[in-house]
């Protein structure tokens, strides 16, 4: 908006380029000057002029043929052009109009006549200008599958685009918007990733940095994962703040689906591998000393292992599929599942000392529902169980599962008696993407996708999870808190 505009004046006579130099130095503008006719349009591609004032009578190429030149360039075609001339008959204006000239004056000008039409036609042309990128800004914005929102000083929405109405839950029209982003985006969101023992309550600091937010599953939607990113606008603009709600919500399932295929082929294959290539071994080393008995025994212990992997392979190419991933938080678990997958996972992990505290006046746990399916339960303790045994300094943990059921809610505590985390580490436990840190020792790199996709599987049914060291003795204790149903 500050920038000067350019005026560029051609024309053969030095007297008349000093003329009108003159009169124009010092009003705010920037000078080019050409002197002949092919010069200028040179001149013109480079800088694009915000008007020219062209001389008709000009040798080799007059200002008539200079000016059809001009307006046969696409680039330059809408440029401004005043035709100076000392011809005043009418013939000659006419064609001066119809080689594209805009205006007219006379050499008998005075000098407030030519500054009042600079003046007037830059202002024009410069405002058409700013007026057609809007147009062309507006329109790629709306047609663009990312959301956009401008914000004022106050944080209330001066602008948004039809993709972030549509994560707002706002009407696809342009109707003012009374109720200030933040304000509007906790209708929908919650704010993950926080330091907390409390739900997170989305506030100023969601757009002091780059955030992710979720909206929960329900019945009849899947979750939304958004990260939301800032630029501060500066100048005298209504506008302070350029919001972008980036879409993550694909990249994150498809990392839970590496994670999960990992943590599936890592802990579920082994058990019945193991027998299989056993026996297989067994076999080719000791099959013609072995009666027909005894050889038909390793033979059906083998299938049997290998049934038990082809059921395997089918159950975790289910967890690959996106959509089972997406509706298994439809089928809730009770508290009389997640006490059983808790054994199952116990087992599998061969654990070796697991403490299981539960309240006492738990009575009908058949009755509790936790949001989450059992399917996903698993993955989350087969993650926590893992990481308690894997960074134990003898893999050898002792973990204390501590369940307390309230009426609406469930908190599930998970302790083990292994090494410490640092601050840092803490409260960049369950950030997306996080690579900063060492994970829980100081020699892997990274903290993995584990606690992340813990974390998303969460706060996806709306829960909370939260991190921190024990202060009775080593290890770390995971929080997770999960809304919670009775049957009535």
Known sequence: M?????VLIVDDQEAMRDALEGMLTNQGYELAIATNGQEAIDLARQLLPDIILLDVMMPDMDGFETCQHLRADPILAKVPIIMVTALNDQDSRLRGIEAGADDFISKSYSKLELRAKVRMITKINRYQRLLNEQLKFKWMFENTDEAYLALNHDKQITYANSKARLYLNLPPTEAPINESFIKLISKHYHQVHEPSKTPVPIDEKLIQLPRYIVRPDTQTALPIWLRVDLMEISGESEEKSLVHLCNVTNTILAKRINWTLAGQISHKLKTPLLPILSGIEFLIKNHSKLPTDKLEEFLKMTYTGGTRLCALVDKILDYANVSNINKDTQDPCTLTNLLSTITTVKEMLDIESLLMLQQDHIENP??????????????????????????????TPIIEVDIEAKPDNLCLKIRDNGIQLSPEQLANIWIPYYQGEKYFTGEAEGMGLGMSMVGTLVWE??????????????????????PLKTWD
């Open 461 to 482: 049914v709306g829960g909370t999870c939260q991190a921190y060291n024990r202060t009775d003795g080593k290890g770390v204790v995971i929080e997770l808190n999960f």
């Open 2 to 6: 500050n920038q000067k505009s350019t």
């Open 366 to 395: 058949d009755k509790f529902l936790i949001p989450i399916s059992c399917t996903r339960i698993e993955m989350v303790l087969t993650e926590l169980f893992s990481n308690a045994k894997n960074f134990h300094p003898t893999n």
